[in-house]
């Protein structure tokens, strides 16, 4: 039988998940001028474009494809070199992820969280499946906050 934390730890991570991707979407439509999405300057490398689609890529591999076996494959050079993306296909890229993430954790049983993640350690301090997850929460949320910090910086 699952713990009760068990059980509250897939949702809150379902509910984190929901919440920063539409913060992201939020983030992404707020942009005044579509074209300063892809901006970069000399302090800031990396554009919200390219941090969305990196965002994208990273979920859809280590949950769709990890966890709910959509047969995703990420082009991680891709997802940093591809330009002028239109804002729209961002937020279905993102709309999709939101759906591909909670169909992943539906999938999964509340035993599945203490289970090792499929792949060889991926980040360091944790193997089980409810570790890399909570990772991967941090790491969208990390992204996000570089996102905002962009839109405010750049988007003049």
Known sequence: MASKFTYMLKEALQSLFTRDLNRLKSEIEQYKNEANLWRVDQNIANSAGNLCLHL???????????LGKTGYVRDRPLEFSLKN??????????EETIEVIRHA?????????????????????????GFMLIHLSGHLSYHLGQINYHRRLLDV
């Open 56 to 66: 994208m890529g990273n979920l859809n591999t280590y949950i769709g494809g990890e």
């Open 105 to 129: 954790l539906d999938g999964l049983s509340d035993s599945d969280l203490n289970e090792d993640y499929p792949l060889v350690k991926v980040v360091e301090g944790g193997s089980a499946i």
């Open 85 to 94: 993306v239109p804002r729209t296909e961002l937020l279905r890229k993102i």
